[in-house]
């Protein structure tokens, strides 16, 4: 099975800092990566799909970016409502793996 | 907009079998755009995908827990469902369900692929 590694596993950033979180895929999986953010006591929310196509609705301080096996979510300017967890998934084929996450702090 | 909501016990028993299902609203679970999932999440750790279901009962199930895991569809009520079997403490979790597209297609026919909209999610506690 392809493994879903992201880094780094927890981050703390001041307001106003451009955050990158990484995925990498143990093998290929073209574009077909999404990003979710969690945060803390809520569901998991879809940022990000097809490695960057904006989610509707999600703000446009959140960019993606990648293919094949290296990916980042980057946070353009980080502001306080953005702290929680941040998750990976593959699509490209079952198993649907998600990342183990990032925890992103506020400095 | 669609919404789902999963309901089933709170408390298992050790070597029972775990019981869910998912209400979709504010939309056909027959459509032939999208997979319906289950995800789940132990206290303070990450998301496991357990499988996902097409409207036809086409199943796709995470391998670690293939042997235990069954799925199925209700169309008529718009409900779809989860059942693990020979449950242990390792299997308490938050479990949501999720609809589930724009996966890998091929010949007309695609796979799942990204989760969105979530249910709210459910504490399924394994314990005696």
């Known amino acids: 099975d392809i493994q879903m590694t992201q880094s780094p596993s927890s981050l703390s950033a001041s307001v106003g800092d451009r955050v990158t979180i990484t995925c990498r895929a143990s093998?290929?999986?073209?574009?077909?990566l999404a990003w979710y953010q969690q945060k803390p006591g809520q569901v998991p929310r879809l940022l990000i799909y097809a490695a960057s196509t904006l989610q509707s609705g999600v703000p446009s301080r959140f960019s993606g970016s990648g293919s094949g096996t290296d990916f980042t979510l980057t946070i353009s300017s980080l502001q306080p409502e953005d702290v929680g967890n941040y998750y990976c998934q593959k699509y490209n084929s079952a198993p649907y793996t998600f990342g183990q996450g990032t925890k992103l702090e506020i400095k | 907009q669609l919404q789902l909501q999963e309901s089933g016990p709170g408390l298992v028993r050790p070597s029972e079998t775990l019981s869910l299902t998912c209400t979709v609203s504010d939309g056909s679970i027959s459509s032939r755009s999208y997979y319906w999932g289950w995800i789940r999440q132990p206290p303070g750790k990450g998301l496991e995908w357990i499988g996902s279901?097409?409207?036809?009962?086409?199943?796709y199930y995470n391998e670690s827990l293939k042997s235990r895991v069954t799925m199925s569809v209700d169309t008529p009520k718009n409900q779809f469902s989860l059942r693990l079997n020979s449950v242990t403490a390792a299997d308490t979790a938050v479990y949501y369900c999720?609809?589930?597209?724009?996966?890998?297609?091929?010949?007309?026919?695609?796979?799942?692929?990204?989760?969105?909209?979530w249910g709210h999610g459910t504490l399924v506690t394994v314990s005696s």
């Open positions: 279901i097409y409207y036809s009962g086409s199943t």
């Open positions: 093998q290929g999986i073209a574009n077909y």
């Open positions: 999720a609809r589930s597209l724009g996966g890998y297609c091929r010949g007309g026919r695609c796979s799942p692929g990204w989760f969105d909209p």
